[in-house]
């Protein structure tokens, strides 16, 4: 796409270096936008709804997939594993009613419907089996969780800049792989609010770790910046789903495969792809919370047959939009990718602890 063209670093073409300039000068409104938010809400001049329950935000400063979804998850599960009830908070992007606040999971019936819940809150329910209640108002959707639930926490996915809501513990989540110091504030970059929002974390997660020189130059950036406690996230592929068969991600290795997905980055889900040792004879990338159609599958279909590939294959959260057309000739595998921290899941909550003791009840 031309605008992630335009967010890189690289040097442009000179029709880019144009669409560039453009975008800066229009950052800067943004910016300034940005900066009198900011000022309201730290000088008090708008209000901080606060509830009579724990609130921890999982969110990030840029646009792009961090792993927001995935780490609530982990959250819910972890927090639910110590005893605690909790209730996930989402938006619920693209979904149908978006005015109204609706309760799309009750924990165990994992799945909700995605039209009205929005892919993101159909996985989180799945992959969690906590509670779900969407909203673009995330008070009344926390007042309903309240009403409804009686959590003991709630876990906002996706609203750092969403400061309406009063929370306990803010977590951030960057990607590593995106040089942090060079990137520019939107339309001109990725970033919804400079840096120095980071200083509102509570912790800093760097996801989609690899051991190169980018990843590196940003842990130590923040390291010498952030006197936060700062964990790394990897993306493993933990399964693939054949309908309700579970089978190891290494049957693809060797396959032809045609791989489509409607994800905020879809090269990362090819590269999975490659990595597994499959071989992509075709690969489609959809705009992000992509509404398939039959005309879709019926594309999806005909290039697999074209170009011989053995296998279909997409993502577990492609799956909530798809599973209106899943049919006999059209079952796709679905790989289902897990984030698991590098260091241990004991010193990650033992920083949690400290934070929530030091936060919540102070």
Known sequence: MMLERAWSNQKPAWHLAIVRAILYSLSWPYRLGTRIDRFLYDSGFRKIRKLPVRVACVGNISVG????????????????????RVVLIS???????????????????????????GDEPALLARRSGSPVVVGADRVAAGELALQKFDPDWLVLDDGFQH??????????LLDAGRCIEEEHLLPRGPLRESISGLKRAHMIVLTHWREDRVCRRNWDFLKSTMNKPMFRAVHKPAALLNGNEIMDPSVLSGKRVLAFCGLANNESFLETIEHLGARPVCFLGFRDHPRYSSRDVRRITSLAATHG???????????????????PDFR????????RLIEDEDAFWLSWNQIAEDVVWK
Request: charge should be positive; charged fraction near 30%; glycine fraction near 10%.
């Open 91 to 117: 938006r619920g992007y693209r979904r149908q009613n978006r005015d109204k606040v609706l309760i799309v999971c009750h924990g165990s019936d994992a799945g909700g419907d995605v039209c009205r819940a």
């Open 163 to 172: 400061r309406r809501l009063g929370r306990d513990v803010d977590i951030v």
């Open 309 to 327: 590939a053995e296998a279909i294959v997409t993502t577990e959260k492609d799956l909530m939009n798809l599973q209106h057309l899943v049919r």
């Open 65 to 84: 997939g961090s792993g927001k979804t995935p780490f609530c998850a982990f959250l819910a599960r972890g927090l639910s594993a110590r005893g605690e």
């Open 332 to 339: 796709p595998l679905v790989l289902c990718i897990e984030m």
